[in-house]
């Protein structure tokens, strides 16, 4: 099956740039999909196919994906950020998601 | 849109857990559901898919032969029954309302969870 790798950890000062990679073979050629998940909460949708946001979800969160590497950017980083962040595809007619990144904002 | 689903459950060792999500704020037949569960402190694993259109289903294969999905159209409301529960299916379980392109899907809105703990 299809793997997606992410770093366990990025942190970040307040107001600053946070950049969670997702990498998988030849993953530019698919769709990446990335969601927030706070502690005790379910997960959220910020990014969809690459680099498109749900309405209601700030512009500081961004995507691209080109390569092996698709990658989740959030600019002017603030505390309410803090979260686990999982990158998605579907493969095979199912979802798979990445390991998690805990963004920490210092 | 919003998903909303029953309460947690405390199962033994051996039994079943059936675990339901009301839909709303959205024509029920139009997308498919998912579900997925997550382990404590574990990612997202996602389990299988049910169309409530037609009913049909795809389980992914580590599931296979444990899980089934149902849904009643009079209500809105999708099941996911597991069997022969173990302690490794302790995990708090999500529906999540699949939104699909020409090549790819993804869950759009999720419900609360529902944590089912599986303990002697």
């Known amino acids: 099956s299809y793997v997606l790798t992410q770093p366990p950890s990025v942190s970040v000062a307040p107001g600053q740039t946070a950049r969670v990679t997702c990498g998988g073979n030849n993953i530019g050629s698919r769709s990446v999909h990335w969601y927030q998940q706070k502690p005790g909460q379910a997960p959220v949708l910020v990014v969809y196919?690459?680099?498109d946001r749900p309405s209601g979800i700030p512009a500081r969160f961004s995507g691209s994906n080109s390569g092996n590497t698709a990658t989740l950017t959030i600019t002017r980083v603030e505390a309410g950020d803090e979260a686990d962040y999982y990158c998605?595809?579907?493969?095979?007619?199912?979802?798979?998601f990445g390991t998690g990144t805990k963004v920490t904002v210092l | 849109v919003q998903l909303v689903q029953s309460g947690s459950e405390v199962k033994k060792p051996g039994a079943s857990v059936k675990v339901s999500c009301e839909a709303s704020?959205?024509?029920?037949?139009?997308?498919?559901i998912y579900w997925l569960r997550q382990a404590p402190g574990q990612g997202l694993e996602w389990m299988g898919m049910i169309n409530p259109s037609g009913g049909t289903t795809a389980y992914a294969q580590k599931f296979q032969g444990r899980v089934t999905m149902t849904r009643d159209t009079s209500t809105n409301t999708v099941y996911m029954a597991l069997t022969s529960l173990t302690s490794d299916d302790t995990a708090v379980y999500y529906c999540?309302?699949?939104?699909?392109?020409?090549?790819?899907?993804?869950?759009?809105?999720w419900g609360q969870g529902t944590l089912v703990t599986v303990s002697s």
């Open positions: 704020g959205y024509t029920f037949i139009t997308y498919y």
């Open positions: 196919e690459d680099s």
């Open positions: 998605q595809v579907w493969d095979r007619d199912s979802e798979v």
């Open positions: 999540a309302r699949g939104d699909c392109s020409t090549s790819t899907c993804y869950s759009d809105s």
